[in-house]
């Protein structure tokens, strides 16, 4: 026995108050005068004696009714030993899996047939609980002995699109198992798919007290084609520049040529024959699609015949849109136009499309229609052109500024205001690019830069920027300061081939294209996601309270009104396109496809299906004397707390009945 | 319906001693107070045949007339006699378990014959003690007579111990002429000490009366637990268990009041237990019945 909170004992103290009252002050007993002594006789000893037995019965009511009252509050427990284990019941768990390889034939059928014939067999002792589980696990009732309830639960489980992983399951049985305290006899109704299973095979240990009952629902393999990937553009600013390559999956012994279509929008673009190796990958690609301005919803398809057509379609979004222009501002005629021009438009997407202005005309132009804007050593900003430049900035705009000795002369970097001095003025020899930040994302694909040979450069002060180049005497070359919900780029050099050779160097082309989507936020998210991923909302950059409207695959609203103002993030649970509105008018669409593991229909061998079970039984054979003698924490407080009640009602009348006499003898 | 005003309780809401004696006496027990001697009076009794020396004046001269015979015309007597109230006010006597201790109770039975003895013309006195005598009202039938016995009745307060042998002997000195002498008391001694002492009183030609004033918890005492019994004469303490109070403290004081009836009959003495619980009128009509049965 064991006390919750074992410091209320303390106040077992409070005992001596009875005992001061009843033993060490002496009860005086009133005396009554009476007319005569003559007839009674001196017989103190029994008398005495039978007042002290009467208050004494009062005495120990009393100290017994604190004591008690301290115990309760102490939260006494008992170690129970009357676990499950010692009654001979367990917790049943029918774990039937709904991934989206249950949708082959009648598997789901089957695996609900069988949870429902598992279900017969419960025992009254017993108790079960229905899960369904794919990428996780979902209770579908609470551990009880309700027969009815949990075949209800079994005819309402549905198929999803989402991966399975018996990693989850261990993970869910083995939470039963701790929270039950009860041994878990869990029931897997699956098709046993070799990629169910983690790539570690601890995390799919069944741990203690846990034991696994396998019911598949398939015995062999299937042979089967799927369309694994699609690489695909997520936007398209030139149709002849479009490169679509798909991917197309054997697996389960399977292969031939297959027919592979491109679809856009419902209708057919296009179609080529692939001849797909057994067990193997070949890949068919579609250059060029003339697909309208706005959102498009782009599919690749085959024409498999296995016996698994829900994976041989294969979406995919694009958006096609004129290029973003982007304006070049300089003060002086050089080659850095020349260069610049050159390396955006020879992009990977021609997404941009430059345009170039003086300060002068920049400061008449709207600055809020250009993609980002860049400055080209420019020295003499006026003074509009400035205040534009830092509005737009702060509203979310991006500003590349290439700093030269004109821009130099400023001694002082446009919008970020960071102190520039020339550190090159003294030197002869040039410097090279000693390291470089490959994890931001404009810098990330540069390439080498070594090679650049940088003759003329200017120290900026880095401040509150993140350096993401240094050249090898340690002076920043590439800066960025995030300003409001702008970004400026800073590169410490020209663009021309005067300060630097860099734009003579093959990485000049990769730098600008990877800083212009960057500037440009063209990359932020990705074209496809798999069912189960995770989908941001917020950025953080959205107005607050400001709704997002999410469109499920069947145009139902995915959201409740209150989740499209607050959540930050959803699960998507189903394939197909995810329609999402944001309150600047920034519309997505988004495709989602089932993950391709699930199109794998391999299954798992008998050896390690016997070596998971064991990870189970063995563990239990050895926790089988301990499960016996497990104990229980059982807390009785309420059982204390109504003995305290009659013993404060029975000291009330013991209580009464001796004021009554004393009364009456008075 | 006047029973419901005789309850002691009742009396002792009344203002005046004068007032409690009128309303007890007046009620029913006027007129049945006669004298057992033959006397002079309007009531005639009986004939006698005349015998020498017989007052020729009592000689029915009618009768004789007729008959030639002399006969004696006798009267029922309604003498004076003369009552003396002999009062306990020993500390003992102001025990009481309701509003009307026993010294209420014997004062408004002392008054009430008072008041008795008023209306028929006797003389009355008034001895209170307890150790000693504490007051003497000599029997008279002065005019005032009444209200100095009710004063000396009212101003009576608890003293101490009840020592019965001394005062008793004062009282032969009191006592010219034999008469009723009335002792109102708890009787707190060994019966043969109490019918000891009184006895010379009977001698002397007196008509003895024993009111034998207790309270119904001395007689039945109710006790639920033990306690603590402080006699008030004493002051001596006893712890008293209730088993002793229920079983034998009863046997003893029945036993007592058995004793002393017995030896008080046995003496020529009239013996009444007065429960001090009981109605006023039902003492004094036991009392005053027996008194006639034996006129």
């Known amino acids: 026995m064991g006390f919750l909170a074992p410091w209320f004992l303390a106040g077992l103290a409070a005992v001596g108050l009875p005992v001061w009252l009843h033993l060490l002050k002496q009860h005086k007993t009133t005396p009554l005068p009476f007319s005569s002594l003559m007839f009674f006789e001196r017989r103190t000893q029994s008398s005495v004696k039978h007042r002290r037995l009467r208050y004494l019965l009062l005495f120990t009511l009393r100290a017994a009714l604190i004591a008690l009252l301290a115990f309760a509050f102490a939260r006494p427990f008992i170690n129970s030993t009357i676990v499950a284990s010692a009654r001979g019941g367990k917790l049943r768990v029918l774990a039937v899996d709904n991934s989206f390889s249950m949708r082959q034939g009648n598997r789901l059928v089957q695996a609900k047939s069988d949870a429902q014939a598992a279900l017969s067999t419960l025992r009254p002792e017993d108790r079960g609980l229905v899960l369904t589980f794919a990428s996780q696990a979902h209770l579908l009732s609470e551990p009880s002995t309700d027969i009815a309830g949990m075949r209800a639960a079994i005819r309402s489980i549905q198929p999803s699109d989402d991966h399975s992983s018996y990693a989850e399951l261990a993970h869910a049985l083995r939470s039963l198992a701790l929270s039950s305290k009860m041994p878990v006899e869990g029931h897997l109704f699956s098709d046993m798919q070799q990629t169910s299973m983690p790539l570690s095979f601890a995390d799919a240990a069944l741990g203690d007290n846990v034991t696994l009952v396998l019911h598949p629902a398939a015995q062999a393999s299937l042979r089967n084609f799927a369309v694994e990937s699609v690489t695909a553009p997520r936007r398209i600013y030139d149709v002849k520049k479009v490169h679509i390559q798909a991917t197309i999956l054997a697996t389960g012994d399977a292969g031939g040529t297959r027919r592979v279509a491109l679809v856009l929008n419902g209708h057919e673009v296009g179609s080529k024959p692939v001849d797909v190796p057994v067990n193997g990958r070949a890949t068919a690609e579609f250059n060029g699609l003339d697909a309208p301005y706005g959102m498009n919803r782009g599919e690749v398809r085959i024409d498999s015949g296995d016996g698994f057509p829900a994976d041989d379609h294969y979406y995919f979004s694009i958006e096609r849109s004129d290029p973003l222009p982007v304006l070049f501002v300089r003060a002086r005629e050089s080659r850095d136009l020349l260069y610049y021009r050159t390396a955006i438009e020879s992009s990977r997407d021609a997404a941009f499309k430059l345009e170039s202005a003086s300060p002068a005309q920049a400061a008449e132009m709207p600055l809020s229609r250009y993609a980002f804007v860049v400055l080209s050593d420019v020295g003499d900003i006026p003074a509009t052109l400035d205040q534009a430049l830092r509005s737009y900035v702060r509203a979310g705009g991006s500003l590349f500024v290439a700093i030269g000795p004109a821009a130099a002369a400023r001694r002082k970097v446009p919008v970020s205001d960071a102190a520039i001095r020339d550190a090159s003025r003294d030197i002869d020899q040039f410097q090279t690019a000693a390291t470089l930040d490959s994890a931001h994302p404009a810098t990330h694909q540069a390439g080498n830069w070594s090679d650049v040979k940088f003759f003329r450069y200017f120290s900026v002060e880095p401040g509150t920027l993140r350096v993401l180049a240094r050249l090898s005497d340690r002076t920043p070359v590439l800066l960025e300061q995030q300003t409001g919900e702008g970004r400026v780029l800073v590169f410490a050099s020209t663009l021309d081939s005067i300060s630097n050779d860099f734009p003579l160097h093959s990485g000049f082309v990769p730098f600008v294209d990877e800083t212009a989507h960057y500037l440009a936020r063209l990359d932020d998210r990705p074209a496809n996601l798999t069912v189960g991923a995770f989908l941001d909302l917020r950025s953080g950059r959205e107005p607050s309270g400001a709704a997002i409207e999410v469109f499920d695959p069947t145009g139902a609203r995915a959201l409740t009104l209150s989740e499209a103002t607050q959540a930050r993030s959803m699960q998507l649970t189903e394939q197909g396109f995810y329609e999402i509105r944001r309150p600047n008018r920034h519309n997505e669409l988004l495709a989602v496809n089932p993950d391709r593991r699930e199109s794998d229909f391999t299954v798992i061998p008998q050896e390690t299906l016997a070596l998971w079970q064991n990870t189970g039984q063995g563990s239990r054979a050895q926790q089988a004397g301990a499960a016996e003698t497990e104990q229980k924490p059982l807390d009785f407080w309420w059982y204390v707390m109504i003995l305290v009640l009659i013993l404060a009602v029975a000291e009330s009348l013991v209580g009464n009945w001796h004021l009554a006499v004393d009364k009456e003898a008075a | ?295």
């Open chain 2, 1 to 295: 319906m006047l029973q419901r005003f005789l309850d002691p309780a009742t009396l002792a809401g009344l203002s005046g001693l004068d007032l409690v004696a009128k309303t007890v006496v007046d009620g029913f027990v006027s007129g049945l107070h006669r004298s057992p001697d033959f006397g002079f009076s309007q009531e005639f009794a009986e004939y006698r045949a005349y015998t020498p020396g017989d007052d020729l004046r009592h000689v029915d001269w009618n009768v004789y007339a007729r008959t030639e015979r002399c006969y004696l015309k006798r009267y029922r007597g309604e003498t004076n006699t003369q009552l003396l109230i002999l009062l306990d006010t020993s500390a003992s006597m102001s025990y009481g378990s309701s509003t009307v201790n026993k010294l209420d109770y014997a004062r408004y039975v002392a008054a009430s014959l008072c008041y008795l003895s008023h209306e028929q013309r006797d003389a009355a006195g008034l001895i209170i003690f307890d150790a000693d005598v504490v007051n003497y009202v000599a029997p008279s039938t002065r005019q005032g007579q009444l209200f100095r016995l009710l004063h000396a009745i009212e101003k009576a307060e608890p003293g101490t111990r009840t020592d019965f042998t001394k005062p008793f002997a004062h009282f032969q000195n009191f006592l010219k002429r034999r008469g009723l002498v009335v002792v109102l008391s708890d009787f707190y001694e060994q019966p043969e000490t109490i019918v000891k002492t009184i006895e010379p009183l009977r001698f002397r030609g007196n008509d003895v009366v024993l009111f034998h004033v207790l309270d119904p918890q001395e007689i039945a005492p109710r006790l639920r637990g033990p306690a603590l019994f402080v006699d008030v004469e004493t002051r001596d303490s006893i712890e008293v268990s209730p088993e002793y109070v229920k079983e034998e403290y009863p046997r003893k004081i029945e036993a007592h009041i058995e004793a002393l009836g017995t030896r008080a009959r046995a003496a020529g003495m009239d013996y009444f237990l007065m429960n001090t619980g009981r109605p006023l009128d039902e003492g004094l009509r036991e009392y005053l019945a027996v008194r006639q049965g034996r006129m």
